[in-house]
């Protein structure tokens, strides 16, 4: 499905409106949207919402084994997925230009930034490595996917635990969560990327842009900083020239929001971790809302089900069971039998008809040489046989002939015309077919 | 022994924006997120002359979508088709994107649940509403509704139905392991009565967004 476009006039008014520095959704230049960090039960999921804008991420791991150049690094991998869920403009299939930039930035920013410790995922050198995969899913688009999909992966890998494994020799035991406790992942710090869109070559500035915002903007500058104020990449996009100070702002601007953001995972993590060790519920069930209309929970449901087997019984003893069809198999011959109804197999009846029908053109042909032998013309044999060879190389007109036994007969009559008066057409029809049959034999 | 029932059953409609219609459905530690697109235009390859083509996707959580989606995929269309009005719409698409969000068990069921609260919520012409039910029985024969992953593990057949809401009849059924006829008839039994809690869950929550009070 194709995006709907934005109309000139939303293009104008969007324009004007930043121009006039005010914003569609009633924020400042360098507000964010709110931000809400919820966890799943899973360790290692969660969902940020920027606004509007959800982003599903899910961390897992894998025991593999490691890159040849690296033999005792961990391998770490990032997919973000845009889901057709996010926008219908979304296909499935061949990665657009979006999904391709996107990605590339994730990785750029959370891999070779790197925060994670990969060599502490080493399990074996040169044999086994963990390999951390971080799946990230838009599940709405309403601007600013990048910061989205950072702030989730930051979040996912902060949140995830692997199980833990203890080397013996050569032998590596995983331990499942029940037996020993899974360690969480080293965290060097965490990059988040703080996304500026400009307007009219650069005269204006916003932070965070909506879908709507992003659509009317002249070019993206996308910063990932820690929260030490280390620029962990820095991109600029869609061609515009930016000054010194304009880049330099941006980055004082990225380090104060950076900072707030970094708290505000923290806080989420803590108070996760807190629930679970209290016991508590936890997961995306208990961050429904309980206030909105549009949502509702209901508790454990008891289903009678003291009847069913009841029901069952009757429904059963209510039905009619399939007639039984009792099969007489029938031996024709050793080694052979038939079932069914008893009508005649009429298989291999055609092949049975073309034998008999060769047998009879044996006898045909002893016939017409006899008949030949009788008429005494032994010439006419030889003859005979040429006609027939031509025949051989040229089948097609030998079925008209059958057809149509008048030319035929004119045409041999050239050749034998005696042979002709002693024999009907239709009694030459067979011989040649059988000819026919030894060629192709 | 504890009594079969469902677990605890939340759903939120429309959490989501961009799409026309959405829902998050939750069965226990089970959540699936639905998407619904339509009726909206359509590749004209793929365009039915006298009714609306319906697809499905079905998203996981982790790596990308395989044959086991695919199957999902399918029988969840099926459903879909079975209940939706297309011949109201001609030559368009409807679209139902499906994302596991956590799978805890009866992950089948709960992707048709979120399917039905999606498309409620976009407002589709639909002949009936449906609901997915998943029983398991045991090897003792022991039958459990609404089962978790531990108990779909250890269990000897796991069926899921789809069921309409008018005469809760059976749209579709997807089993796994062996059973016999007696045990698919009480399923069926088990999953109707099951089917009637989650339609009036349906209908309340239906009920809490368009009354006033």
């Not at chain 1, 219908?88 to 299939?93: I, L, V």
């Not at chain 1, 009907?424 to 077919?433: A, D, F, I, L, N």
């Not at chain 2, 000897?156 to 698919?184: C, D, M, N, P, Q």
């Amino acid at each position: 499905m194709r995006e709907t476009p934005l109309s000139s006039c939303e293009r104008a008014f969007l324009l004007q409106a930043i121009t006039d520095k005010k914003r569609v959704d009633g924020r400042q230049t360098y507000d964010y949207r709110n931000i809400k960090i919820t966890f799943g039960t899973e360790y290692g999921c969660c969902i940020v919402e920027l606004g509007k804008t959800r982003v599903l991420g899910q961390v897992s791991c894998e025991l593999v084994a490691p890159k040849m150049n690296r033999p005792t690094e961990g391998i770490l991998f990032f997919n973000l997925e845009l889901s057709s869920m996010a926008s219908p403009a979304f296909e499935t299939g061949r990665p657009s230009e979006l999904l391709v930039k996107l990605n590339r930035l994730l990785e750029r920013c959370l891999r070779n930034s790197k925060c994670i410790d990969t060599e502490s995922l080493c399990v074996q050198a040169g044999e086994k490595v963990w390999q951390i995969r971080v799946d990230l899913h838009l599940l709405n688009h309403e601007g600013n996917i990048m910061d989205a999909a950072s702030i989730a992966a930051v979040a996912a890998l902060c949140h995830f635990r692997r199980p833990d494994v203890s080397v013996q020799g050569e032998e590596v035991t995983v331990y499942s969560p029940e037996e020993r406790d899974p360690v969480p992942l080293s965290m060097h710090h965490m990059p988040i990327c703080v996304s500026f869109a400009f307007f009219q070559q650069g005269t204006f500035l916003l932070v965070d842009p909506s879908e709507r915002e992003e659509r009317v903007m002249d070019g993206l500058l996308v910063i990932a900083m820690n929260k030490h104020r280390e620029i962990c990449t820095i991109q600029s996009s869609g061609g515009i020239m930016l000054l010194k100070e304009q880049v330099l702002r941006c980055s004082k601007v990225a380090g104060v929001k950076v900072a707030e953001i970094t708290e505000l995972i923290q806080k989420a993590l803590e108070n996760d971790r807190k629930i679970r060790k209290e016991g508590g519920k936890f997961g995306f069930a208990e961050s429904l809302p309980d206030q909105k209309i549009t949502a509702l929970k209901i508790e454990k449901n008891v289903v009678d089900t003291s009847n069913v087997k009841d029901k069952a019984e009757k429904i059963i003893s209510e039905s009619q069971p399939p007639s039984d069809v009792v099969t007489k198999p029938v031996v024709r011959a050793v080694g052979t039998a038939q079932i069914g109804e008893g009508i005649e197999n009429t298989w291999g009846e055609l092949e049975e008809e073309e034998d008999e029908e060769e047998e009879d053109e044996d006898d045909d042909d002893a016939d017409i040489v006899s008949t030949s032998i009788e008429s005494d013309k032994v010439t006419e044999k030889p003859a005979k046989k040429t006609s027939a060879d031509i025949v051989i190389s040229d089948s097609e007109e030998e079925d008209v002939v059958i057809l149509q036994p008048e030319p035929q007969a004119k045409a041999s009559s050239s050749q034998a015309p005696e042979e002709d008066q002693d024999k009907s057409p239709v009694r030459k029809t067979p011989h040649s077919k059988k000819k026919k049959k030894r060629s192709s034999h | 022994m504890e009594e079969p029932g469902l677990r605890e059953i939340g759903c939120e409609q429309s959490p989501l924006s961009r799409p026309d219609g959405s829902a998050t459905f939750m069965q226990g530690d089970t959540s699936v997120l639905a998407g619904v697109y339509g009726p909206a235009e359509i590749k004209f390859s793929r365009e039915i002359y006298d009714k609306s083509t319906v697809e499905v996707m079905v998203r996981p959580k982790v790596g990308l979508p395989a044959i086991q989606e695919k199957n999902q995929e399918q029988l969840i269309r099926e459903t879909c088709e079975s209940v939706i009005l297309g011949t109201l719409h001609p030559r368009t698409s409807i679209t139902i994107v499906l994302q596991v969000i956590n799978d805890g068990g009866s992950l089948l069921a709960c992707f048709l649940n979120a399917a039905c609260m999606g498309m409620m919520d976009a407002g589709l012409p639909m002949r009936a509403m449906f609901c997915g039910v998943t029983c398991v029985l045991d090897s003792d024969g022991q039958l459990t509704i609404d089962p978790t992953t531990k108990e779909q593990k250890e269990s000897r057949a796991v069926l899921t139905f789809a069921i309409e809401s008018t005469e809760k009849r059976i749209l579709t059924i997807s089993s796994r392991g062996v059973y016999s006829t007696a045990e698919l008839q009480r399923c069926i039994a088990a999953a109707q009565l099951s089917a009637q809690k989650i339609f009036h869950f349906y209908r309340d929550s239906a009920k809490r967004r368009y009354s006033k009070s």
